[in-house]
């Protein structure tokens, strides 16, 4: 079992930036891989962004790259998203997510690659 506690979201302005964070226990960390995902009403929750266990390996959803930046603290349990020039459209809740422990090695970036998932954070960019 694992659980998570994502941190971090709420209400910016257009070309704002937020920083959130997910905080995970319950097991070994630093030997899975971890995503984040987001989701509007009504929507199915999309890829984000993922990390490899290492923190060496990442991928990002073309609708981000180049505006967010995944990394993870192994030491402190903890994954990040900074999320930079951002958009009305990034309106969404936000999720992080452990995946499955075949992924040893490598980046997923499938929604059912994923095993656990934390409440969500909100995060609204105002026009």
């Known amino acids: 079992q694992v659980q998570l506690v994502e941190s971090g979201g709420g209400l910016v302005q257009t070309g704002g930036s937020l920083r959130l964070s997910c905080a995970a226990s319950?097991?070994?960390?630093?030997?899975?891989?971890m995503g984040w995902f987001r989701q509007i009403p009504g929507k199915e929750r999309e890829f984000v962004a993922a990390?490899?266990?290492?923190?060496?390996?990442?991928n990002y959803a073309d609708s981000v790259k180049g505006r967010f930046t995944i990394s993870r603290d192994n030491a402190k349990n903890t994954v990040y998203l900074q999320m930079t020039s951002l958009k009305p459209e990034d309106t969404a809740v936000y999720y992080c997510?452990?995946?499955?422990?075949?992924?040893?090695?490598?980046?997923?970036?499938?929604?059912?690659?994923?095993?656990?998932w934390g409440q969500g954070t909100q995060v609204t960019v105002s026009s």
């Open positions: 997510a452990v995946a499955s422990p075949r992924w040893l090695i490598g980046v997923p970036t499938e929604l059912g690659e994923y095993d656990y």
């Open positions: 319950g097991r070994t960390f630093s030997t899975y891989a």
């Open positions: 990390i490899d266990t290492r923190g060496r390996s990442t």
